[in-house]
C-alpha cells in the first residue's frame, strides 16, 4: 500500500520525509497524530481512498496536533485527545502544555495549527480501535499512550523518542527538557508503560522498537 507501512497486524505508519521525524500511525481506521501544520498532504495522500473513522492526538504539541484541524475538517472525521489537553487542543492555544521557553514559543508558531472541537475525550482505561487508553502525564500535562493487550503492540507518543527531529540525534532518549513540562513525571510514565510488558514499542519521533531495546535502555537510567 503506498503512503503507509505495515509495522504490526492492523498498525500501519505513515510514510514521511525525513523518515519517523513526526510520526503519524494509522490504528485499525483511526489516524494517531497529525504532524506539523505543513503535513497535511502527506497524511491525506497516505489515506486516501481508506475509511477512517477518527483522529486520537497523543498529546497536543505543535508536531502532533499541526495538521489536526485540516485533516479533521477534509475528512470529516470526529478528534479524539486526552481530556486534560481537550481545552487546549479545542483552543488551539498550546502555550499551557509546554515549558515556558524560547524554543516551545518559537516551535508553536512555526508548526502549530487551529483549534478544532474534541468529540470525545480519552482517560485511561478508554478504548479506541482495539488499545487501550494509558494515561501517561509528564512530556505534557495529558498526554496520553495506546496499548494492545492481545499482542503488547504500545502506541507510546512522546514519553520516549527514538529520535530527536530537532537536533536529527538518533536512539532511545528522553524528551529534551526544554519541551516537557515535567521530566521527573515523565519518567514515571514510561516505567508505566514498562510495566506492561509492550512487546512493539511506537514513538511519536524514531522508528520502533521491540521490548528488549527498551529494557535496556531503562536499565540503563534506572527507570
Ligand atoms: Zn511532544
Redesign the pocket.
Known amino acids: 500500500m503506498p503512503g503507509v507501512k505495515e509495522i504490526a497486524p492492523g498498525l500501519h505508519l505513515l510514510k514521511g520525509r525525513p523518515r519517523n521525524a513526526f510520526n503519524v500511525y494509522l490504528m485499525g481506521d483511526v489516524l494517531v497524530d497529525a504532524g506539523t501544520r505543513y503535513a497535511r498532504r502527506r497524511i491525506l495522500k497516505a489515506v486516501a481512498g481508506r475509511s477512517l473513522s477518527a483522529l486520537a492526538l497523543t ?1 497536543g ?1 505543535a ?2 496536533q499541526g495538521s489536526a484541524h485540516k485533516v479533521c475538517s477534509a475528512l470529516d472525521l470526529p478528534l479524539m485527545c486526552g481530556e486534560f489537553e481537550k481545552a487546549a487542543i479545542e483552543a488551539g492555544d498550546i502555550r499551557s502544555l509546554v515549558p515556558p521557553s524560547w524554543s516551545s514559543t518559537v516551535s508553536a508558531k512555526l508548526w502549530a495549527g487551529a483549534g478544532h472541537p474534541v468529540a470525545r475525550s480519552l482517560r485511561d482505561g478508554s478504548e479506541v480501535s482495539g488499545f487501550r487508553v494509558i494515561e501517561t502525564p509528564g ?2 500535562p495529558g ?1 496520553i499512550s495506546f496499548f494492545r493487550e492481545r499482542d503488547g503492540v504500545l502506541i507510546a ?2 514519553v520516549i523518542f527514538n529520535l530527536n527531529p530537532f537536533t536529527g540525534r538518533r536512539g532511545l532518549q528522553f ?1 529534551p527538557d526544554l ?1 516537557t513540562v515535567d521530566p521527573e513525571l515523565n519518567r514515571a510514565s514510561a516505567r508505566k508503560l514498562a510495566e506492561l510488558g509492550p512487546s512493539l514499542i511506537c514513538f ?1 519521533h524514531g522508528r520502533p522498537v521491540e521490548a528488549k531495546e527498551l529494557t535496556a535502555f531503562l536499565q540503563g537510567f534506572g527507570v
Open positions: 498529546h504539541h508536531d502532533h512530556h505534557s498526554h507518543g512522546d524528551p519541551f511519536g
